[in-house]
């Protein structure tokens, strides 16, 4: 089955650690997204990448960090320079044209808490 | 002022009910997306429109596009409809803007 993949489900952390989140998918999509859910809050994008080895900043980049050197793979670096790491992070891909009906597909999520 | 704007921001329902989401934007857009977001958290996408109304199943999604308005509609609800529904623009630039999205709940 084709989609994608996000581990762990739940990540917890001490203050000042630098975490790295995983994401994978097999769809054979170029483009791949970070966004960052908080409650009551829409999805806000942190990084982007529309094709292997080259990615940018999205709308909340400051204290992240993120790797393109695979296709199918797109992990997401949450420095202990992020201020407010503890959040719902959700990776998505998508095909990548330049169309307007490039559909995002989203993986499962990934739940840090920093303490 | 939230570019993509969701009402009502949670809803319950009785098992049948028929039921509307909105969703206003204040940009301009290429397509308009609504999502559904389960309680595990995982998003699946559920339309994807620029103009007029599309149907799947008890769902129906219509946008307005002078009035920079959309509806979802889901008749004849059920207690698995219950879930966060997201409505998320794309702009010309190609970025995409999400709404905060609203949690329904169907009793049955």
């Known amino acids: 089955d084709g989609g994608i993949t996000q581990s762990p489900k739940y990540l917890f952390r001490k203050e000042g650690q630098n975490v790295t989140l995983s994401c994978e998918q097999n769809?054979?999509?170029?483009?791949m997204y970070w966004y960052r859910q908080d409650p009551g809050q829409g999805l806000r994008l942190i990084y982007y990448?529309?094709?292997?080895?080259?990615?940018q900043k999205g709308d909340i980049a400051e204290g992240y960090s993120v790797s393109r050197e695979k296709k199918e793979s797109f992990p997401l670096t949450v420095t202990s320079a992020q201020k407010n790491p503890t959040a719902f992070y959700l990776c998505?891909?998508?095909?990548?044209?330049?169309?307007?009906?490039?559909?995002?597909?989203f993986g499962p999520g990934t739940r840090l808490t920093v303490t | 002022k939230n570019e993509v704007e969701q009402s009502p921001q949670n809803l319950t329902a009785q098992e049948g009910e028929f039921i509307t989401i909105n969703c206003s934007y204040s940009?301009?857009?290429?397509?308009l997306h609504w999502l559904q977001q389960h309680p595990g958290g995982g998003i699946v996408s559920l339309f994807m429109?620029?103009?007029g109304k599309k149907k799947h199943g008890r769902l129906i999604a219509t946008i307005n596009i002078q009035e920079k308005h959309s509806s979802l509609h889901i008749t004849a609800s059920h207690p698995r409809d219950s879930a966060v529904y997201i409505c998320?623009?794309?702009?010309?630039?190609?970025?995409?803007?999400f709404g905060a999205g609203t949690r329904l709940t169907v009793k049955p």
């Open positions: 998505a891909s998508s095909r990548g044209r330049e169309s307007r009906w490039d559909e995002q597909y």
């Open positions: 998320a623009v794309r702009r010309w630039t190609n970025d995409m803007r």
């Open positions: 769809l054979n999509h170029d483009a």
């Open positions: 990448s529309q094709i292997v080895n080259d990615f």
């Open positions: 940009v301009g857009i290429s397509a």
């Open positions: 429109l620029s103009s």
